[in-house]
């Protein structure tokens, strides 16, 4: 379009002008709060992060994510007993399968922990290196994020996981050692810790640097 009037043209700057006022004006402090809250709820998730990665490297749940042939035990991570090993599918060699000792419940009077399919995660969810090394918590993220990794567990998925599965529900209620002690409970509850995780799911599962 040409306008050859000069005072047409003059007014049309002007409403040009009051439009870009208007769309400027949308961008305002009153919007900003939500781009606030995206950078708000990453730190959020980065720090329910952290939560989670102080339970999933806790005894109770890395003794069984190892990166040995063999589980571990107690709270110093020690080497099984009986020499017992991974086996196929992590469900021990036959004669010494894990479900041999392992029942679906604890047996507190024989301090043989138990829950529904006792076994070993495979390699590829390991949480730590040869030497007994916990990951750190970048890469222990990061292998959570890798759904080649992972069992192809999508954030929800690993929410759900956290939620229900029989082998997580039983860290938060490990049962007795044979003499009768106590074994000791992960730094949160089984309710912060999904509280912990659906914070860095809905956040988008960060992962620190
Ligand atoms: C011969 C019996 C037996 C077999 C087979 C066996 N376990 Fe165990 N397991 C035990 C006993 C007993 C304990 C308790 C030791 C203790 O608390 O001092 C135990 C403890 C554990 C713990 C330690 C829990 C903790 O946080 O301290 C893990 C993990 C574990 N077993 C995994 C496995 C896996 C995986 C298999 C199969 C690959 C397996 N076990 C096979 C008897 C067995
Ligand atoms: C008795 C052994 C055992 C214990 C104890 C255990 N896990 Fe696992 N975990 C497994 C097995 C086996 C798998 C693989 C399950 C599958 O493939 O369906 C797994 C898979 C997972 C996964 C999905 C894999 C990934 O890398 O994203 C997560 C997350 C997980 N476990 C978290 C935990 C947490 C948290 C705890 C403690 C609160 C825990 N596990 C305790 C055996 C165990």
Redesign the pocket.
């Known amino acids: 379009m040409v306008y050859s009037d000069p005072a047409m043209r003059g007014s049309y700057a002007v409403l040009i002008l009051i439009a870009c006022l208007a769309w400027l004006s949308t961008l305002s402090p009153a919007q900003n709060p939500g781009q606030k809250a995206v950078a708000t709820t990453r730190e959020a998730g980065l720090a329910a992060w952290q939560q989670v990665f102080s ?2 490297t ?1 005894p ?2 890395i ?3 190892t990166a040995t042939n063999y589980p571990q035990q107690g709270d110093d991570r020690h080497r099984h007993l009986f020499n017992v090993v991974r086996g196929p599918g ?1 469900k021990g060699v036959a004669g010494l399968n894990c479900a041999t000792c392992h029942q679906s419940a604890n047996a507190d009077s024989t301090g043989v922990p138990g ?1 529904y399919n ?5 390699l590829s ?1 390991r949480w730590q290196d040869r030497s007994d090394n916990i990951l750190t918590s970048p890469d222990v993220c990061r ?2 994020n890798d759904r080649s ?3 192809s ?1 999508d954030g929800p998925g ?1 929410l759900r ?2 939620e229900t ?1 029989p ?2 529900l ?3 209620q490990p049962g007795r050692h044979r003499d009768g002690t106590e074994r000791s409970l ?1 730094p949160l509850t089984h309710e912060q ?1 999904v509280a912990a995780t659906r914070i860095w799911v809905d956040a988008g599962m960060p992962c620190p640097q």
């Open positions: 339970v999933l806790y109770r749940c003794n069984c994510h992590g829950a006792w076994h070993l995660a495979p969810m292998s959570l990794n992972n069992g567990l690993i996981h956290h599965e082998l997580v039983w860290a938060f992960p810790f």
